[in-house]
């Protein structure tokens, strides 16, 4: 493990993390002080007119229902938050900028600001990458409430989406199943620069295998896919336009001078196939012309896109013959990709063409090449091809997946819990959006089969639940909804990411690798019922009863009398 | 007009704008030439590796489908695909991560990319913030087919969102009438930071007023919006809590001593009116003491958020009584907002409560204080409030507006539609998906009563339509749908907004109010039957005849023919 060092620096707080780098700061540089809402410094200045803002506040920032009509939430983001924070401070030209559209404040306040870092914030965290549930606190922080209180919309921005997405690209490759490449194609439908570059990281932790947004590798390490486009197939004309028409063998013993011909050749061949008669005729040329081309840029690498002109008139057929060629010299064709129509039937009709060929000219393998599909897919679109029964090796999913059209927002929110020390409670009309006071701890516990039982959140003084010890359960606001539980691994949810002055040790921010692994155990561990698709099991959340009683005795307390007339 | 100058520098063409200043690079530093997919690198490879690279192609980009059920589109993102392009240069650290990304490729091929910029690419582009419709290009892109295609994903994704969230808020503006004020409060539920940042400007431009998004006021102007949020009014416990209690009167004539006492003064005064008996009995003590003190912060800017424990019984009297105390130093109080709740009975039920007041003590334009409304709003609730009949005078709106909740993304693609003066046809078993081929020529015709009638493309080298004469309007793809017009006016859409080293002049970029005031004129241009939310009236996209004849000459020769059997 790297070794960790912090210390204060004329104020702001230096950390230094692995091989002694500082914290960077957030990937986006558009992350900025700034980057909140206007009552945050509204309020702030009130804190602060009032002698207020050094009031010591702690804050929970959590969901109230999980995304997509599923019972589980994958908790992304927390890395962008820390380097929000390790980070955090004014320049003198967004003070100005305050100045100016806060005229009424009174300079000391503008002072204030220019001072301030979050070296006296503390931050907790539930581990980047953890199945997560409603209610449960996702992130805990603590810190002067003026302060806190900028830090709220910046922390729900950066946690909202990469959870929402990590979540559907989770439930993507739930549908699809382990066997499947998934493939994240989103950037050019997704919401915006960084909507597209988030995608793709968090899609990568949530289960997707690579990306084609090339940014996204180079920032993130994420492996990268992609071959070429229906403009590539229809900017040529005819096999003319192809310029060095050599190729070396794959082992590099000889070359090919003529490889246009020898791909005309086997198309040629593959026409004459009594058991391909009536399937095809002439195939489109100029896609014949651009496959051909990209198979002498790629010969390691050739997967064409084969629904430009018609599927299995033309682009299976053409394909096959620049595959056939390049198997001639030793190379592997990659594959295919279908972009439009009855994928399942497509999928299926391809597959038995490319056995066919594998029978008929004895081309081990040949049958398995990868079909890859790709046209407006999603969760639904997934579970039908699966029912239909269909020959597809990797999908590439966009839109839907990375807009998360299903559901394009998650609602994380941050509540004020404490305050000097003081719980505090927030009401609604509805009683799903009161807030759960006081500061707390969380833990989830596991049963004998080793699946997570149920997560339970106790007051920061109760004594930790203990392994093989009953404690009771209970629903936060249904007063007979409680259990006994008798645990046989209890974890620690809250991790400390950000220690502020507190002398506490810090959590590493691990690499992004470790957190898309730490989803997949995650993953893995949930009990099947949870994780369906249809009327999934949900979760169980609880308090202590401790807790339990003192919410509600500080809930009546609240809460103004009513008078019926 | 300001003055232009263009000059090549070194490769790099540097342009000028307005008072000499260089075009910015992207708002968002991410936007670099990585931004795009995968295999626009590979495809680009296998040009050049096909000597065809240089091989100069036209692209249009366009979408297929009016978002949300409508029946128009707002054309936005222009200004941040220029600023990409007039700044587009590969640095040498993203020329070793392609090179290791792509080690098939030859070294000549990164010295190509090496050496582009976008000097040889010209774009032509419907004005930012016109009202748009499906199938007619909203911009086209002339150059290197391979550099082109670099272009396709950044462009593709910066007009995307863009066009999608101002369209979205056109059709908020819509609902809520001109009367209303509407500020955008998405940030904390957009798609990540820059979803956050573009939802604030693009809203902006389809019509809302305001934002609480800081930054996006910093970077854009745009006019900021906000107060205090349910964290503020439950992190007091008393009135004693509360610092400074003197406020000088607004004139600065006096100064009051203990305005926690005015303000309970007054709230004992409402207790006791007769009118209000039976309303309420005693308030939360907590809320009166926050709204007491951010009244002392802000006594010139006042709004309070009355329903974090009881809108009627607490947070209403509460901030009257507060108001009130205002008053008597000569402040205005700016209004309330409510959060949660039956809105249109919450803000009806407080209309009666500042007008009785309003009465009672003789505050003149007490009834008419601002009532701000902010829980979930999307078009069907505003929509509904109307029906109900409500009271609020401005609504906050967050997620429903910046994540496109109701429809999360629009469909612009970039399609190949001439390589060496060659028009491109791309076909599909889905009629709607045929490209339209040719370089074009793009006109909205205007009838007598000053409506647009129709949009037409024609081949780049036919005469325009003219004024007062008559031209035929076909369907692009269904033969018996066309019509005469005689338009009294002809607008051509598509503007030089790069014009490569074609010599021709370059429209300006205009600042983003001009952008916003092109956007709501061009709204009120438009036939209501279009507009209206239930079964609008489409637009009519259309062809000249020699157009609709060439592409289905096109089409036929490029089908392949089936064998039925």
């Given at each position: 493990m790297a070794k960790e060092k912090e210390k204060e620096n004329g104020g702001l707080v230096v950390v230094e993390d692995g091989?002694?780098?500082?914290?960077?700061?957030?990937?986006?540089?558009?992350?900025?002080?700034?980057?909140?809402?206007l009552y945050q410094f509204t309020m702030a200045y009130a804190y602060w007119r009032n002698g207020k803002h050094l009031e010591r506040a702690v804050f929970d920032l959590f969901f109230r229902k999980n995304p997509f009509g599923g019972e589980y939430t994958i908790f992304a983001g927390l890395e962008e938050c820390i380097r929000f924070i390790a980070n955090f401070k004014f320049t003198d030209e967004e003070i100005t900028y305050l100045r100016s559209t806060l005229p009424?404040?009174?300079?000391g306040f503008f002072d204030y600001l220019r001072s301030?870092?979050?070296?006296d914030v503390e931050v907790y965290a539930v581990t980047e990458g953890s199945v997560v549930f409603p209610k449960m606190p996702l992130l805990r922080v603590e810190g002067p409430v003026a302060l806190v209180q900028l830090l709220e919309t910046p922390f729900v921005n950066l946690i909202n989406y990469p959870s929402l997405v990590a979540t559907n690209a989770a439930r993507h490759r739930f549908v699809a199943g382990k066997s499947k490449s998934l493939l994240e194609f989103g950037l050019r439908r997704a919401q915006g620069p960084d909507g597209g570059i988030s995608a793709s990281r968090y899609c990568y932790i949530g289960g997707?295998?690579?990306?084609?947004n090339v940014e996204a590798g180079m920032l993130f390490g994420i492996p990268l896919r992609g071959t070429h486009s229906h403009a590539y197939v229809s900017?040529?004309?005819?096999?003319?336009?192809?310029?060095?028409?050599s190729l070396r063998t794959c082992n590099g013993s000889?070359?090919?001078?003529?490889f246009v011909k020898l791909v005309q050749t086997w198309l040629n061949k593959l026409q004459c196939l009594d058991s391909l008669r009536?399937?095809?005729g002439e195939t489109n040329q100029s896609e014949l012309a651009a496959f051909t081309s990209y198979a002498l840029a790629f010969p390691n690498n050739f997967l064409a896109l084969?629904?430009?002109?018609?599927?299995?008139?033309?682009g299976i057929p053409n394909f096959c013959a620049v595959a056939l060629a390049l198997n001639d010299l030793g190379y592997k064709a990659a594959g295919i990709r279908l972009d439009s129509g009855d994928l399942a039937y497509l999928s299926c009709e391809t597959r038995k063409f490319f056995s066919l060929i594998e029978k008929e000219f004895?081309?081990?393998g040949f049958g398995k090449t990868t079909i890859t599909a790709s046209n407006d897919l999603n969760e639904e679109t997934l579970d039908a091809l699966n029912k239909q029964g269909h020959e597809v090796d990797a999908f590439g999913i966009g839109t839907y997946l990375v807009t998360c059209?299903?559901?394009?927002a998650l609602g994380c929110v941050f509540k004020l819990v404490e305050i000097n020390k003081q719980p505090r409670i927030k009401l609604s009309?509805?009683?799903?959006k009161v807030s759960i006071p006081c500061k707390k701890r969380c833990y989830r516990l596991y049963g004998r089969e080793g699946y997570p039982l149920v997560d339970i959140m106790t007051g920061g003084n109760e004594s930790p639940p203990k392994v093989a010890e009953r404690i009771l359960c209970r629903h936060p606001f249904t007063e007979s909804k409680r259990a006994y539980v008798v645990p046989q691994h209890v974890e620690e949810l809250l991790k400390c990411y950000w220690p502020g002055n507190s002398g506490k040790a810090r959590e590493k921010l691990p690499p992004l690798k470790e957190i898309r692994d730490r989803c997949m155990q995650q993953l893995d561990l949930m009990r099947p019922d949870h994780m369906r698709r249809l009327n999934p099991t949900p979760y169980k959340v609880s308090v202590s009863a401790k807790l339990y009683d003192f919410i509600h005795f500080l809930w009546l307390n609240e809460a103004p009398v009513g008078e019926l007339e």
């Open positions: 091989l002694n780098n500082n914290i960077k700061g957030p990937t986006n540089p558009m992350v900025t002080p700034l980057l909140t809402d009424a404040c009174e300079d301030i870092d979050c070296s997707f295998d690579a990306t084609s900017s040529f004309m005819s096999l003319d336009e192809i310029g060095d028409k000889g070359t090919c001078e003529d009536g399937v095809f084969v629904d430009t002109y018609d599927v299995m008139r033309s004895e081309v081990p059209y299903a559901q394009a009309e509805d009683v799903a």
